[in-house]
């Protein structure tokens, strides 16, 4: 077996270690995952720049303001320091530009929500990521001690197709 590899129950065969490690693997895959139906992986970089737009933003909330007399939607901010409007919602039709306006002003909401959630996650997931790599380093450090200690006292190892 190459050393830093793995020995691998489903196929019995000596596995090489991923390039990087395993945990560079773990993160690549990570990265993948991330990908909006897989086509662009969102990285570091990528989450800091939508938390920036949300800083750089007039901070929330922000409410929906119409009437529903008229076909017109506005964005406005709902602090008491400042009501001026955001946006205005007003070349398609009445219930486009509601829904669409009900859905700006919820945005400024969710997305540092939804932010916190992705970064909450992603700690989770590199430290479930750093665990498994502690197991399977540590068993890898025991095989090769039973390998040797096999070795040693002249058994022959317990993997079929293998010759000492």
């Known amino acids: 077996m190459e050393?830093?590899?793995?020995?691998c129950y489903a196929t019995r065969?000596?596995?090489?270690?991923?390039?990087?490690?395993?945990?560079?693997?773990?993160?690549?895959?990570l990265r993948v995952m991330a990908g909006s139906n897989g086509d662009k992986p969102v990285g570091?970089?990528?989450?800091?720049?939508i938390?920036?737009?949300?800083?750089?933003?007039?901070?929330?909330?922000?409410?929906?303001l119409d009437d529903p007399l008229v076909d017109t939607a506005w964005v406005n901010a709902a602090t008491p320091e400042d009501d001026k409007p955001i946006a205005l919602f007003d070349y398609r039709s009445g219930p486009d530009n509601k829904v669409n306006a009900a859905f700006?002003?919820?945005?400024?909401?969710?997305?540092?929500?939804?932010?916190?959630?992705v970064n909450s996650l992603s700690r989770r997931i590199e430290e479930l990521v750093e665990a498994n790599n502690r197991e399977?380093?540590?068993?890898?450090?025991?095989?090769?001690?039973?390998?040797?200690?096999?070795?040693r006292f002249?058994?022959?190892p317990d993997r079929p197709g293998e010759t000492e």
């Open 3 to 7: 050393p830093g590899g793995v020995w």
């Open 13 to 29: 065969a000596a596995l090489p270690a991923p390039e990087g490690g395993f945990g560079q693997a773990a993160r690549g895959v």
């Open 44 to 49: 570091p970089a990528d989450l800091e720049a």
């Open 51 to 64: 938390a920036a737009r949300c800083e750089a933003a007039t901070a929330g909330p922000w409410d929906v």
């Open 104 to 117: 700006v002003a919820a945005a400024r909401s969710d997305v540092p929500l939804l932010l916190d959630l």
């Open 136 to 151: 399977v380093a540590a068993r890898i450090e025991a095989n090769r001690r039973l390998q040797e200690a096999l070795a």
């Open 154 to 156: 002249g058994a022959a």
